[in-house]
């Protein structure tokens, strides 16, 4: 987490990683093409503050 600027300017920049699990359905292969950061644990609550689009990652072992 790194903090910039004061009162209402101020932001905070924050950097994420996640390892995946290599186990999937073996009729349902999920191809991973978007990531979103939300601010909460139950579903259609939370906010959504970032969302990204990427070429498409597929999981193999």
């Given amino acids: 987490l790194i903090e910039t600027g004061d009162g209402d300017s101020k932001k905070c920049k924050i950097m994420l990683s ?31 503050y970032n969302r990204g689009t990427f070429d498409t990652i597929t999981k193999s072992e």
């Fill in 18 to 48: 996640v390892d995946l699990d290599f186990g999937e359905p073996d009729n349902q292969p999920v191809e991973l093409t978007e990531a979103g950061l939300f601010n909460s644990l139950e579903k259609g609550k939370g906010i959504m």
